[in-house]
């Protein structure tokens, strides 16, 4: 049974999108509040990699209460 794209912790919402507008400013995609359907399938891929990408080097850094 699929979950979606829910957060399993809802309070956390602000901070992942908190997370998601830095991510899209490192690899320097505009991404604004609402709708970002104007997208292309590389820039979102850029942002959601971006993110994976500072996940794994907070994991690997021990700066992470993902363990």
Do not use: C, H, W
């Amino acid at each position: 049974m699929a979950r979606g794209n829910r957060l399993l912790v809802p309070q956390a919402k602000a901070a992942m999108d908190s997370f998601k507008y830095e991510a899209a400013q490192q690899v320097g995609v505009n991404l604004k509040q609402g709708y970002n359907g104007d997208l292309t399938s590389a820039q979102a891929g850029s942002i959601g990699g971006q993110m994976v990408k500072s996940m794994i080097q907070a994991y690997e850094s021990g700066k992470s209460t993902m363990k």
